[in-house]
């Protein structure tokens, strides 16, 4: 089941060309920054202090650029992208029968209300990231306890049967109201709760190595659905003023792509939930847009603004999604969860 999305990566590549066989040992080491050219540990150490992890972020930087951001020269730059567009692993194309194949492995994951569900084409997909973001009290954290609770249902009802993992970074995770949702579609509390995983993110670095953590974990367990509640607290709190913001930036978008790879991989869900600014701020831009910025939106499959309303209602506002007209549904939190 794990298997799709690093398809082209396990297959041991054996071609013959021109009677030289190339074989590419899988079990090889991926290279590290540590590979390049030129760069030794202290490179090394800023090239990450600058969010450059990735081989291939470093490939499709200018030596300008990677020189400001990292705080290197630009002859030394300019060394290292070259290397690392001979190291970097660029992918690869693949064919549209195989995406056809690999979007047919798609699954749906109720929330509960027909509302919702509709605008989403079905329910939440799997092979995405869905950002929820709005105001305080929204309910973002709300739907994500609701579908913490749905991924566990059976196939049949609209579940996944399969095992969530839940990163907490505002302490709000409740495991009562799990209870309370599980109960009223015929779960036991406790076997809800079994397959809930939670950890609380201390910081944002810690935040990104729990996602490590769920990729390792994956080998053995059927990941189905990953929450980041929320994705940006951290980053918000820890990279202030204008001189931070690349940085934060390289770092949320290298999160966003480890989530999406588990996505891809795993064929789950990820949820990440956002804050809108409450109010105008030089640095963080409008205050009616998402935290993050383009970065995060650009990163999630689908956004879904959230919006209280009269009587308790919450409206969701389907924005920026690939295949799905714009749209809105009307719900409301219920002591049993969310309901149309
Ligand atoms: P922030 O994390 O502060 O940005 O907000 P959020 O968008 O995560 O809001 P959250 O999902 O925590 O929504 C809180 C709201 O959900 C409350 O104000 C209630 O209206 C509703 N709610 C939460 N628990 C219950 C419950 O047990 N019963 C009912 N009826 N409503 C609830
Ligand atoms: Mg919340």
Redesign the pocket.
């Known amino acids: 089941m794990a298997s799709e999305g690093v398809e082209m990566k396990e297959k041991t590549a054996s071609e013959t060309v021109e009677d030289e066989e190339i074989v590419i040992d899988v079990d090889e080491p991926e290279p590290t920054i540590e590979d390049l050219p030129g760069v030794g540990p202290a490179t090394a150490e800023k090239l990450r202090e600058a969010g450059f992890e990735d081989l291939l972020a470093i490939a499709v930087m200018s030596p300008p650029e990677l020189a400001e951001q990292a705080e290197l020269g630009e002859a030394v730059s300019s060394k290292i992208i070259s290397g690392a567009k001979k190291l970097a692993n660029i992918g690869g194309f693949v064919s549209g029968n195989a995406l056809l194949d690999r979007r047919s492995r798609v699954e749906k994951l109720t929330s509960g209300t027909s509302s919702l569900d509709e605008l989403l084409g079905g329910g939440f997909e799997t092979q995405a990231i869905v950002e929820v973001f ?10 994500g306890h609701q579908l913490a609770v749905n991924t566990i249902l059976p196939k049949e009802s609209g579940g996944f049967d399969g095992e969530v993992f839940y990163i907490d970074t ?1 302490d ?1 995770f409740r495991p009562e ?1 799990i209870a ?1 949702m599980a109960e009223s579609v015929g779960i036991k509390p406790e076997d809800a709760l079994n397959r809930i995983h939670v950890a609380r993110a201390y910081n944002s670095a810690h935040q990104m190595l729990l996602v490590d953590e769920i990729k390792r974990m994956s080998k053995n367990i059927d990941v189905k659905l990953v929450i980041v ?2 994705l940006t607290s951290h980053f918000r709190a820890e990279y202030i003023g204008r001189g931070m913001l690349a940085t934060r930036q390289q770092k949320l978008n290298r999160h966003m792509k480890e989530l999406k790879q588990i996505a891809d991989v795993q064929n789950a869900l990820v949820l990440v ?1 956002n ?1 809108v600014m409450s109010k105008p701020d030089a640095m963080w831009g409008d205050p009616t847009k998402a935290i993050g910025g383009h970065i995060v939106g650009h990163a999630s499959t689908f956004r879904l603004y ?1 919006r209280k309303s009269k009587g ?1 209602r919450r409206i969701a506002r389907l924005i920026d999604s690939p295949n799905l007209p714009e749209g809105e549904a009307v719900f409301t ?3 049993e969860g969310l309901r149309d």
């Open positions: 709005g105001e305080f009290g929204s309910g973002k954290t709300q739907i505002e709000t109201r309370q509640d929320s939930t804050q959230l308790g939190v219920t002591s």
